[in-house]
T-cell receptor, first 110, second 115 residues
């Protein structure tokens, strides 16, 4: 039931792009993306709802394929501040609670 | 508007002791969630409240765990007879009802170390 994230880790140079994927075996009501820096709270990035509605930061984009129960987070022109661990959280049929993947560790180097 | 506040930030206890954590959600947020996070893992859902009603509990929440949200405001999570396996970061999140009700805002967590 836990979504699978890929890749597990990625290293970028400033300005490069990255895609992080999240895949579930269950039909999803929504997908949530968070970034967490070491020792800090997860910070909300994006929510994608069944039916196409989404809300999030202007500089981050994401997609949600409802039929395949997959979501992807697109990070373009990466900055040093993008470093951290990215988690997708999936919600099944508007249950309320989120089931998180194991995370993707992103490191952006100068 | 202040964010989700959790206290204490760190707690060290001996095995067998009871511990209690507090979470103050963002003002007027109806939903409050508790998660547990261990090193290298994503947050694991424990339980959530809508106002004062506890709507769902994970099977991870053994009988030693209890959570309350009196009057639908702050919440407490108590762990009785702590075990070393309880060592983790305990995260609280809250979300509003309404158009963006699904966005959960997390606190910085309480790190529990059981010796």
């Amino acid at each position: 039931q836990q979504p699978v994230q890929s890749p597990q880790a990625v290293i970028l140079r400033e300005g490069e792009d990255a895609v992080i994927n999240c895949s579930s075996s269950k039909a999803l009501y929504s997908v949530h993306w968070y970034r967490q820096k070491h020792g800090e709270a997860p910070v909300f990035l994006m929510i994608l709802l069944k039916g196409g509605e989404q809300k999030g930061h202007d500089k981050i984009s994401a997609s949600f394929n409802e039929k395949k129960q997959q979501s992807s987070l697109y990070l373009t022109a990466s900055q040093l501040s993008y470093s951290g661990t990215y988690f997708c959280g999936t919600e099944i049929e508007s249950q309320g609670n989120l089931i998180f993947g194991k995370g993707t560790k992103l490191s952006v180097k100068p | 508007d202040t964010g989700v506040s959790q206290n204490p930030r760190h707690k060290i206890t001996k095995r067998g002791q009871n511990v209690t954590f507090r979470c103050d959600p963002i003002s007027e947020h109806n939903r409050l969630y508790w998660y547990r996070q261990t090193l290298g893992q994503g947050p694991e859902f424990l339980t959530y409240f809508q106002n004062e009603a506890q709507l769902e509990k994970s099977r991870l929440l053994s009988d030693r765990f209890s959570a309350e949200r009196p009057k639908g405001s702050f919440s407490t999570l108590e762990i009785q007879r702590t075990e070393q396996g309880d060592s983790a970061m305990y995260l609280c999140a809250s979300s509003p009802m309404g158009k963006v009700r699904d966005i959960q805002y997390f606190g910085a967590g309480t790190r529990l170390s059981v010796l």
